[in-house]
């Protein structure tokens, strides 16, 4: 949710600002998997090995809300020619009061109220448009997002503070870069096409089933009608395609394949890697009705 103003100094110059809310309703679960089998050939106790695939070993769910704000400024050089300036601020949402559960039968049933806390990234873009020619103009965008404020998703105990789980994402910085044109047929029609290039935030190291992101390539056209000088519609469609990544992820962290392997007193325990290959295609469509008064 957000509410803006903008104000208008002089013939060159306009700025704007906003508060915005953001509202999350979510849901975060892992389950054992092959963890049972693997750690019954471990600790030579086959009865984990009876333990159902989808057992929960973590659930949370719940909602939070997190606020933040957005400023922009625009520069008007001529009517042919404007440049942008735009930030949206980190917002944090909080889920203070989440329902967390454990239930892996014959072992654990446990219920409690969790927490966490979730960083969203600040944004910082800036655009440009030049009208190079009567029916013609280019314009283009560069955003840069702040996603090494998103390093882990870590849930703790309301009451007592515990750990109940915490996963390392690790995410860096990452930007976005657009290139575009229009094309003005006449004071009907309009016509525009784009084509931009999304830079993932998560390092190839730290990417994970859970979140098995990469680099996109986005291709757009669109195109609006005008009925008259008060009403207009846009119709739009993008292809986004993703390139295909290779990831390898093992069933423990080496911290806690570390721990376990200490308490049964065996410092090179090993665990089994899992491979996948993902890739990430999608359509998007827009059609949006302007009226002025």
Not at 223 to 242: I, L, P, Q, R, W
Request: charged fraction near 20%.
């Amino acid at each position: 949710f957000n509410v803006a103003g903008a104000y208008r100094l002089n013939d060159n110059f306009s700025f704007g600002l906003g508060l915005n809310a953001v509202y999350a309703d979510a849901e975060i679960s892992r389950h054992t998997g092959e963890l049972g089998q693997v750690a019954a050939g471990i600790t030579k106790n086959p009865a984990l090995a009876k333990i159902p695939a989808n057992s929960n070993l973590a659930k949370l769910k719940g909602d939070g809300w997190g606020y933040g704000w957005n400023a922009g400024m625009l520069y008007e050089l001529d009517k042919d020619n404007r440049f942008s300036l735009t930030y949206r601020s980190k917002v944090t949402v909080k889920f203070k009061d989440g329902d967390f559960t454990q239930n892996i039968p014959g072992l654990l049933d446990r219920s409690t109220k969790g927490k966490l806390d979730l960083h969203l990234p600040d944004i910082w873009e800036l655009s440009a448009y030049h009208r190079v020619a009567p029916k013609w103009a280019v314009h283009y965008t560069f955003a840069y997002t702040g996603w090494d404020s998103f390093q882990e998703l870590k849930a703790t105990d309301k009451g007592n503070g515990g750990v109940l789980f915490e996963k390392h994402e690790g995410f860096k910085n990452a930007y976005r870069v657009a290139l575009g044109t229009t094309y003005y047929h006449d004071d009907n029609w309009t016509f525009r096409g784009g084509i931009a290039f999304d830079d993932s935030p998560v390092p190839a190291n730290n990417r994970s089933i859970s979140i098995p992101d990469q680099d996109r390539i986005w291709f757009s056209l669109g195109s609006t009608y005008a009925f008259n000088k008060d009403a207009s519609v846009d119709v739009g469609v993008a292809y986004m395609h993703g390139r295909k990544v290779d990831i390898s992820e093992p069933l423990m962290s080496k911290d806690q394949l570390a721990a376990i392997g200490g308490k049964l007193g065996n410092p090179n325990l090993q665990m089994p890697n899992y491979e996948f290959s993902s890739s990430g295609k999608a359509w998007l469509y827009g059609v949006n009705f302007n009226y002025s008064f």
